[in-house]
């Protein structure tokens, strides 16, 4: 008989690919990890991982029962959820797209704690690829990504809109500029995250510029984007909401619109078509939503008592929220 300690053990293996790495996620030693995976491939017949000292891999067969492992896993929680009283605290797995996690994920659970819902988030950031293909397995119960991006076997929620901004610092030419155009970032030190971010690709086509642009710098997170800008080594495209929430108080930096005024793109949450806890992500679209309006607000009051209008109207703004 195959326990359901087995069937978590073998999952936790398949996504660290360590036997050392699951044992801290599941919370046992590696040597009682091991022994349970050993005795599951003497009750099966055949391995499912094969182990040398530098990695661990899937064997074809093992492959097959992890596919099952993962459905009996995803109904024994969906069993559990139901059983669970309304008092229990819920856990929602959520993982954020980079360029996304910044703007977006501490705002999140500092509000969870301060409403002291009965909600525990565990988040995790990465590549949107990844992901999505975590969410399909079932490790994530939900991925906020930006949109446009092709997600299949996945539903897909938009909950925000919003632009891309170029930042600069204020004593740079650009600046002066009252709208930058295409041919300006394009003769300018433009700094940007690294190609394998979806956040680059948005940036570059809201700026008008070639998927195959050259940028001068490519960086792994937002913070250092904004840290290299307030450094003098040239400017960057960030989403308004991360400039917000990064950035709404600093006076060496200047928020400067497009040409092209959007919105460029669509925040959304992506979850599995069979996902039973759809009222519980509806309350986290929600949150989120108040959370960036409220940010992109203070910015707004902050730009007005500086003398300077790079924001659009606080009417804009508030309608920028996408009313579900």
Not at 104 to 112: C, D, E
Not at 232 to 253: K, Q, R, S
Request: proline share 4%.
């Amino acid at each position: 008989m195959i326990s359901l300690k087995q069937i978590d053990y073998l999952l936790a293996v398949e996504q660290t690919r360590s036997f050392g790495r699951a044992a801290d996620a599941c919370a046992v030693t590696p040597a009682a990890l091991s022994s349970a995976v050993n005795a599951l491939e003497q009750h099966v017949g055949f391995q499912v991982f094969e182990r040398d000292r530098q990695q661990v891999s899937i064997t074809s067969r093992g492959q097959q029962l992890l596919s099952k492992a993962r459905l009996a896993q995803r109904a024994m929680d969906d069993l559990n959820g139901l059983a669970k009283p309304l008092t229990a605290r819920q856990r929602v797995r959520v993982g954020f797209a980079d360029g996304t996690c910044e703007s977006i994920a501490t705002q999140l659970l500092l509000t969870l704690d301060r409403e002291n819902c009965q909600l525990t988030l565990s988040f995790t950031e990465g590549e949107t690829q990844c992901l999505m293909q975590q969410v399909r397995r079932g490790f994530l119960d939900a991925a906020v990504v930006a949109l446009p991006n092709k997600h299949p076997g996945l539903l897909s929620f938009p909950f925000w809109e919003e632009r891309f901004v170029v930042v600069a610092r204020r004593d740079d030419a650009m600046a002066r500029k009252a709208v930058v155009s295409q041919s300006d970032l394009e003769a300018s030190n433009l700094m940007l995250l690294n190609p394998a971010a979806c956040h680059r690709e948005h940036a570059l086509a809201a700026a008008g510029l070639a998927a195959s642009a050259s940028s001068t710098f490519s960086a792994a997170s937002i913070h250092t984007l904004i840290a290299c800008v307030r450094s003098g080594l040239g400017c960057t495209l960030l989403p308004e909401t991360a400039v917000a929430l990064l950035a709404a108080e600093d006076p060496e930096l200047v928020a400067l619109p497009l040409e092209n005024p959007g919105p460029h793109r669509q925040l959304a949450c992506l979850i599995r078509p069979d996902y039973p806890e759809f009222s519980t992500l509806e309350y986290l679209m929600r949150v989120m939503q108040t959370q960036l309006s409220a940010s992109l607000e203070r910015r707004h009051e902050h730009d007005s008592a500086q003398g300077t209008t790079t924001y659009l109207p606080i009417e804009a703004i508030r309608r920028r929220a996408w009313k579900r």
